[in-house]
């Protein structure tokens, strides 16, 4: 009898995911709970392990492709047979369209009083575009039974429509959607599809663009904080057992500073403002032993509650399993601000792209000696940037400029310890 290998809900705000990799092929023998596909989301990469032992019979869907939650991917089959119903206790074909009905497959069929039925993706994308129901009702879908797929609505959005006021009436003539021309490649060109966990950051990163945002810097004088280091990284090292790496001190001094400002630690969900009462400090990392397989943003739960060498063991703990892939959904879930540390590579300056629904991210830059002016004199400091990117709905550029110089002056004065 063949088991469905179904998409599990990996979080409470993904609704679909990409097939990355399957890690058997069809006719291949697979044991329950053997890692059988790898699936990408926006928020993390995981393997998912077989429901059952059995022959691997069919892949229905291929890797590259999207599949929506508690979707079939694939087909096991289990070895066991299915008795057959006797012919006369069979249901009439009207008994089986009322009973199947609560059970449908949702597609555009599945309508009541003449409403068609759309994912959850599919409406949010359309609210966010003002795409107005008409409008969603003009597109022919290409997923099962006719339905209207992200991919659907994303092509028809490229088209050019223009969104329909919420006023307004429905056109009294179906859209037409024109194409998009297919993309060809020159003499010294490769087409390469954009797919797993680069789609993923693609899409987020669309979805973060429609936040209004506004970025503000500052410099930082860290003169006390690179010595200390300097002077304690080897014990701190041995006592510990960490790396005392600067990044720490940056989670310790934004954390006791969002305590303060408790709306930047918020997030705008529709017209509601979520307000958090402990910081879940979410840090983007690179994934792979390399760096080079995307970014995540992992996240230490309840910073706020921390010390300085707890932090750094939590951080070195969530960069190992990003070095590996081996985050699990947990580990990504619930961040209620981010940290993205560019000055590790070398980076001086930059925008960081916020976190949506997150109202700010902070963005921490290369540590350069610098000759700067106090009192009159020339010094040789060490000087960095620091970036906030925020949510102008919720964010003014007051409270962003005074969160700012409250980092500032917890980074100057180095009082950490004391």
Do not use: C
């Not at 694939?74 to 369209?97: F, M, R, S």
């Not at 003002?130 to 003009?138: G, P, T, W």
């Amino acid at each position: 009898m063949p088991v469905e290998i179904l998409m599990p809900e990996l979080g409470e705000s993904v609704h679909e995911g990409t097939v990355s990799r399957w890690l058997k092929k069809v006719g291949e023998f697979v044991k329950e709970d053997e890692p059988v596909v790898e699936i990408m989301t926006d928020k993390v990469n995981t393997e998912l392990q077989a429901p059952a032992s059995g022959v691997l019979i069919k892949i229905l869907i291929p890797e590259g492709e999207q599949v929506e939650v508690f979707k079939p991917m694939g087909l096991i089959d289990d070895g066991t047979e299915v008795e057959t119903a006797p012919a006369e206790t069979a249901p009439t074909p009207q008994a089986e369209k009322v009973e199947s009905v609560p059970h449908a497959t949702p597609s555009v069929s599945g309508d009541q009083g003449g409403r068609k039925w759309y994912t959850p993706v599919v409406r949010s994308i359309a609210k966010s575009n003002n795409i107005s129901e008409a409008q969603l009702a003009s597109i022919s879908g290409t997923g099962a039974g006719g339905r209207v797929t992200k991919k659907d609505l994303e092509e028809f959005l490229a088209g050019g429509v223009q969104p329909v006021p919420q006023i307004s009436v429905a056109p009294a003539a179906p859209i037409e959607v024109k194409p998009s021309a297919p993309v060809v490649a020159g003499p010294d060109q490769e087409i390469v599809q954009l797919v797993g966990m680069r789609k993923m950051i693609a899409d987020a990163m669309v979805r973060s663009s429609q936040v209004p945002v506004v970025s503000t810097l500052t410099e930082v004088d860290v003169t006390q904080m690179v010595q200390f280091r300097e002077r304690n990284k080897e014990n701190f090292q041995s006592q510990f057992g960490v790396k005392l790496t600067y990044t720490p001190f940056f989670i310790k001094a934004i954390t006791e500073t969002l305590m303060e400002f408790p709306l930047v630690n918020a997030s705008l969900q529709g017209d509601q403002i979520v307000m958090n009462k402990n910081v879940h400090m979410g840090i983007a990392v690179s994934l792979g032993p390399k760096g080079d397989q995307g970014l995540i943003v992992p996240v230490i739960r309840d910073a706020n509650t921390k010390s300085l060498i707890d932090l750094a063991k939590d951080l070195e703990q969530i960069a190992a399993k990003a070095r590996s892939n081996a985050l699990s959904v947990s580990d990504v879930q619930g961040g209620t601000f981010t940290l993205t540390n560019p000055g590790s590579y070398g980076a001086v300056l930059g925008t960081p792209m916020i976190n949506a629904p997150q109202a700010a991210i902070l963005g921490t830059y290369t540590i350069k000696q610098s000759p700067v002016i106090i009192d009159g004199m020339i010094a040789i400091r060490s000087i960095m940037n620091l970036v906030l990117t925020y949510d102008h709905r919720l964010i003014d550029g007051m409270a962003a400029g005074r969160f700012l110089q409250a980092v500032k002056g917890r980074l100057e004065t180095f009082d950490f310890f004391k």
